[in-house]
């Protein structure tokens, strides 16, 4: 007996076969990418210190403002000046030649949350996506790890779906979840034929299809996009098994920098956000701050080691940054409260490093800067978290439609922070 | 399918959409439930005349601070007049001080200043409209044109407040809000109900009463499952660590560790037990128990009946044989020493009957000031605090869970650096007051409990902080002793508490956050968001009066939730625009299923739950797929996941495959009427020959798998049925020509009986027509299903 052809039995009964549909994947036909293809990059990550760090103990140096040095404790490279307290010097000596520092960064709050969120979508309130969110829903929201979101803010308000990777040893049963023994890759057997399981994806996308030509409702209308958004790049996530590292971590921040880049060299994932706390320093902020700070400092520096190893580092775009500042002054526990004037760090394709933009003067206010050239300049413009994230949209790529639907309050400045043409 | 076309379902009289409007009353209570209006709810329906009111139909009723809200606020005071007139602004020393939009409250606080201000006038003129144009030394110069509409609009506002504010007796607002929206009907609603709170499907009695009492059944059967369903407890837990997070303690000996045994010298009392393996399950149980104990409190405040208010004012706790053992309590009350789900009230620390003193001698009282969850070590625990904190955080999170308050929204405003260069700013600067003055009072009834949450008496508070207490009460010094109990007494009485269970209970059933008043009027949403926010602010406000009226009972509560179109709204009619889009964006009956709850249902619809090799289930906390399926740890993450992501599309495929695979044959291994999947048809049925059951089959899939009652026209069961013979006719001719074998794979046999173990007549592993792989194929498609994966 002849097997019959599939999908064309399928059309002949009215079934579509699973394919683009509406919403997301209409606007992803429309755009740079199709369905089934992978990324090639950039690849946008954001490191969070969470708790606000204080940025006069390594890339804002004072020494009026910090106990740990003094003059000769700043050390200049290039474009950029560091204290050089606890480890900075293996990061900044690794990274000045691509670094930018903006200082004097005026988030206006207090409020961990507040800062949290003003720093990563450049906007205060609730409603705006992570800038590495806007870049996934951009690029590919279908891609099976497009959006690793790691980090404790990293909203996305329905532009692409988080993930998140707790557990990678299980990631290879995940990859093959149609074989009845993934993990051994010599068997290749599966639950169902290989026909079976298209007349099942078939099924299910035209139950899909018709509850999306029925329902009005937006958040019902979303869902169902949604999940036919993540059917489509689902089959990708096997590519991801060819680059993970063998020693793979066991848990933590390691392994999640570990998966999103094997993701990111497999082309299946855009962005990613991580997160380390420790920078809440009410007490002893010196020694408090070396520590976290080495520890963020140390996992920026791993994650680009494995960058490197995977021959994708020149296609990495990152931005660094915290709740806010610490006080220009130390409480009773030695240690020091909330400050709302912080700094940001970014390096990577496309950002021209070895500079610092923006300054803070000797107590910690934020200077303003000439719009054009930015210099400093009393009738400039004093810098927010939105300058910066006007020019990272702008650079990330972001589609027209996602910069209409979570508008900025500014404008990239002319003279151009991240020293984009 | 039975479905509403109102906002509303029967037995939700709240939210029955009779409109009309009337003038008058009293707007002092700015900080009321129902915008500061004192709106009498059994006002006759529309048209009619009530206490000499006259009454509009839907829809014509505008209400005074509606107007305000929309003619005066948006479109220029709160640019041109607020920029100078705010707490911080030029004017803010004048009598006219309006409040922003990041303060609770504001629209109706800023309603009451202006009608207080109308009252001025100079030579028969309001003072304001005389200001607003220039005139009488306006610092602020000509800000309004006397002949444009802005001024009109203003006159237009005064003239309301001078004759009494316009207010619809019901609210013409969430009538409108909610037309064209097609409800679930109880039938539908009575699936998910069962589903989520008790993780089964709807027994035939709650069917029955359903069919026979429609919507008015749903109360009766949520208070049944409270009551009975043991799956309950679990659910209830949930719903509450949604928020609490208290659950961050499970695991090694997280919880214990809050505890010294210098105050509880037997919270090692495992220790003594011999055997390793003894030892530490008892560990295990004395830490997880100790972790879940705010949580259990809950439970048995609810499981008992008793008002919800008492989470905060119960001056006792509760405690299972293994942290009785850890408070050193008395464990005569319990019947078995190891069983972990016996929960019993306590009070710690007080005197054991029996052993009274005599009488007048006096001897300390070491009772302990039991306050709820307040008291409970993994709720201190949970929000740590430092010299610096001084228990803000502590303060923070019980304003946000209890009082409906949250302070991190008011310190979103715009600060200063010059305010926190300032001297103890959180104490003189207003720019910080605005936010401390709130939580810090707050923050000082904490007093007796240290970094971690240890007690420990106090007899003062810091003197460079604002004085224990809540709001403007302070907390009499002789009261610090039982600090937190006076809290809780305090809580429980503000109207605001209601209002903050509503919000914590609809998150954990809905997983949706209540909504946020939009701050940014430039945002192409800002108007139908608004009136988003204002009709659920309103309907929220309106359940909480009715769990108010219910003497807070938490069964009213999950009633009066599922009966609101904001758990029903399942469909609009077509059509809608992008701003009516905006408006209903939160509305919509979809859930994506967190981990547990997806472990739940599968292992209801199919009858065997989803494990590893070992039996381990694979969805639930602290097992592989857990974190990545959206799961929450109440420690690094705490947000489930909204939307599938592909690695959760992939595991949701290999569910299905490997419960079609298990669940198939072992079903098809009962006798028709235990069946849970294919009672109406045998593994043998051919298509061709067994149409009729294999049609009723598939039908009655489609109700248990996808909960959707459908009959043989419907396009949906013809889809079925094409791809259960499909599989088989594909599967035939594979067979035919040798590409397939006539046996099953190994995993999906069943050779003995599923419940007894017995070994089969005849064991099914042989397929030779394809029948069982194309009805695993039906099973796996519809476990991966829209309806299955999402509640």
């Known amino acids: 007996m002849k097997r019959r052809n599939f999908f064309s039995w399928m059309a002949g009964a009215g079934l579509c076969a699973a394919g683009i549909g509406r919403g997301a994947l209409a606007d992803l036909a429309a755009g740079k990418r199709v369905s089934g293809g992978t990324y090639d990059g950039p690849f946008f990550v954001h490191f969070a210190a969470d708790g606000g760090w204080d940025p006069t103990g390594f890339c804002d140096p004072h020494t009026n403002l910090h106990r740990g040095y003094d003059e000769s404790g700043i050390v200049s490279l290039g474009g950029i000046r560091y204290a050089n307290v606890g480890d900075n010097a293996a990061f900044f000596e690794r990274f000045a030649d691509r670094l930018l520092i903006v200082n004097g960064l005026d988030v206006t709050t207090n409020n961990h949350a507040v800062g949290r969120r003003y720093v990563s979508t450049g906007k205060q309130d609730e409603t705006h996506p992570h800038w590495a969110a806007l870049a996934a829903g951009t690029h590919g929201p279908e891609l099976p790890l497009a959006y690793v979101a790691e980090a404790s803010q990293s909203a996305s308000e329905g532009v692409v779906a988080r993930s998140r990777v707790s557990n990678s040893s299980v990631l290879a049963d995940l990859s093959f979840p149609d074989r009845v023994n993934p993990g051994n890759v010599e068997d290749l057997s599966t639950y169902q034929t290989e026909p079976a399981l298209e007349m099942v994806s078939a099924w299910r996308q035209s139950r899909l299809d018709r509850m999306a030509q029925e329902q009005h409702l937006p958040r019902i209308d979303n869902a169902i996009d949604n999940l036919a958004v993540a059917r489509s790049g689902s089959n990708e996530l096997e590519l991801l098994q060819s680059y993970l590292p063998e020693a793979l971590a066991a848990t933590g921040i390691e392994q999640q920098m570990q998966v999103a880049l094997a993701a990111y060299a497999a082309g299946i994932a855009i962005s990613a956000t991580f997160g380390m706390n420790g920078f809440d320093t009410h007490q002893n902020n010196d020694a408090n701050q070396d520590n976290a700070r080495a520890s963020f400092f140390g996992a920026i520096m791993r994650f680009w080691d494995e960058a490197e190893r995977l021959g994708v580092a020149d296609r990495v775009v990152m931005s660094i940054g915290s709740d806010f500042g610490r006080t220009n002054r130390y409480n009773g526990n030695n240690g020091k409260d909330h400050w709302p004037v912080t700094s940001m760090m970014l390096m990577g394709q496309g950002i021209e490093g070895n500079r610092m933009v923006g300054a803070t003067d000797d107590e910690q206010y934020a200077l303003r800067v000439d719009p054009d050239t930015l210099a400093l300049s009393e009738d400039g413009v004093t810098l927010t978290p939105a300058h910066v994230h006007a020019e990272l949209r702008k650079l990330a790529g972001v589609s027209d439609a996602l910069q209409a639907r979570f508008p900025l309050p500014v404008e990239p400045l002319p003279g151009s922070i991240l020293g984009v043409a | ?791």
């Open chain 2, 1 to 791: 399918m039975n479905s509403s076309k109102l906002g509303v379902v029967a037995g939700a009289a709240i939210l029955v959409a009779l409109s009309g409007c009337y003038e008058s009353i009293d707007i002092d209570d700015a900080g009321g439930t129902s915008g500061g209006i004192d709106v009498d709810e059994d006002e006759p329906e529309g048209g009619e005349s009530s206490g000499g009111v006259e009454l509009d139909g839907p829809g014509t009723c505008l209400e005074t601070a509606t107007y305000f809200r929309e003619q005066v606020w948006a479109p220029f005071m709160s640019s041109q007049c607020y920029a100078c007139h705010n707490p911080l602004g030029q004017a803010k020393h004048t009598d006219l001080v309006l409040r922003g939009n990041d303060v609770p409250g504001h629209q109706e606080a800023n309603i009451a200043m202006i009608r207080n201000i109308a009252r001025l006038e100079l030579e028969g003129e309001s003072l304001l409209l005389v200001k607003a144009r220039g005139d009488y030394e306006h610092g602020g110069g000509a800000q309004l044109d006397p002949g444009g509409e802005a001024y009109a609009a203003l006159e237009e506002l005064l003239e309301q407040l001078d004759e009494g504010p316009t207010v619809c007796a019901d609210d013409a607002d969430v009538f409108e809000y909610f037309q064209g929206v097609e409800m679930m009907g109880p039938e539908e609603t009575l699936r998910r109900v069962t589903i989520a709170l008790a993780g089964r499907l709807p027994t035939e009695l709650e069917r029955e009463l359903v069919e026979a009492g429609g919507d008015d059944a749903i109360g009766p059967i949520i208070d049944g499952i409270i009551a009975n369903d043991d799956a309950f407890g679990t659910r209830l837990v949930e719903i509450f660590n949604a928020t609490l997070h208290t659950e961050k303690f499970i695991g090694g000996t997280n919880a214990l560790d809050l505890l010294t045994e210098g105050d509880y010298p037997n919270k090692n009392w495992f220790d003594a037990i011999t055997d390793d393996a003894a030892r530490n399950t008892a560990r295990s149980r004395s830490n997880t128990a100790l972790a879940r104990e705010p949580l259990e409190l809950i439970r048995y405040i609810v499981r008992e009946g008793r008002p919800l208010t008492e989470i905060v004012t119960a001056n006792y706790t509760v405690a299972n044989p293994y942290l009785a053992q850890v408070y050193g309590l008395d464990t005569s009350v319990f019947v078995d020493m190891e069983d972990t789900r016996d929960w019993q009230p306590f009070v710690i620390g007080a005197p054991v009957e029996g052993e009274m003193p005599p009488e007048g001698e006096e001897v300390e009282d070491t009772t302990f000031p039991h306050a709820g969850v307040l008291t409970t070590p993994a709720y201190l625990g949970r929000y740590p605090t430092t010299d610096t904190n001084r228990n803000r955080l502590r303060a923070q999170k019980t304003l946000e869970y209890f009082l409906a308050t949250d302070v991190m929204s008011l310190g979103a405003r715009p600060l200063s650096t010059d305010a926190v260069a300032e001297h103890n700013p959180t104490l003189n600067n207003p720019q910080c007051t605005s936010c401390h003055e709130i939580m810090d009072p707050v923050a000082g009834a904490f007093l007796n409990y240290n970094d971690i949450g240890r007690r420990r008496p106090q007899e003062s508070w810091y003197q460079d902080m604002m004085a224990p207490g809540l709001g403007e009460e302070i907390m009499p010094s002789d009261e610090y002793g039982r600090s937190l109990a006076w809290l809780g007494e305090r809580i429980a009485d503000d109207v605001r508490f209601s209002r903050a269970m509503v919000d914590m209970v609809f998150y954990g059933l809905t997983g949706q956050h209540v909504l946020r008043e939009p701050t940014d009027p430039s945002s192409p949403s800002y108007g139908p968001e608004l009136e988003a926010f204002h009709v659920q602010d309103r309907v929220f406000s309106d359940l909480a009066d009715e769990f108010i009226a219910s003497g807070y009972d938490f069964g009213s509560l999950v009633t009066l939730i599922v009966n609101s179109g904001y758990y029903r709204a399942k469909n609009v009619e077509g059509g809608i625009d992008e701003l009516r889009a905006a408006e209903l964006a939160p509305l919509g009956a979809v859930r994506l299923s967190s981990p547990e709850q997806f472990h739940r249902k599968v292992a209801a619809v199919t009858g065997y739950t989803w494990t590893d090799d070992g039996g381990s289930s694979l969805l639930t906390r602290g097992r592989p797929l857990h974190l990545m399926y959206g799961g929450v740890n109440s420690d690094t993450v705490l947000e489930g996941y909204e939307q599938v992501n592909g690695v959760m599309s992939n595991i949701i495929s290999r569910m299905a495959n490997e419960m079609a695979c298990r669940a198939t044959a072992a079903d098809f291994a009962r006798d028709p009427e235990d069946r849970l999947l294919f009672p109406h048809v045998e593994a043998s049925a051919i298509p061709g020959l067994d149409d009729a059951s294999i049609e009723a089959n598939i039908l009655y899939l489609h109700e248990r798998v996808l909960g959707e009652t459908i009959t043989a026209d419907d396009p949906r069961f013809n889809d079925t049925l094409f791809l259960f013979e499909s599989v088989y006719e594909d599967g035939l001719s594979g067979i035919a020509v040798g590409e397939y074998p006539a046996t099953l794979i190994a995993p999906c046999r069943q050779s003995t009986h599923p419940e007894t173990g017995d070994p089969l007549e005849v064991p099914i592993v042989d397929d030779p027509d394809y029948t069982v792989r194309a009805w695993m194929a039906v099973v796996s498609a519809m476990l991966g299903d829209f309806q299955f994966i999402y509640e």
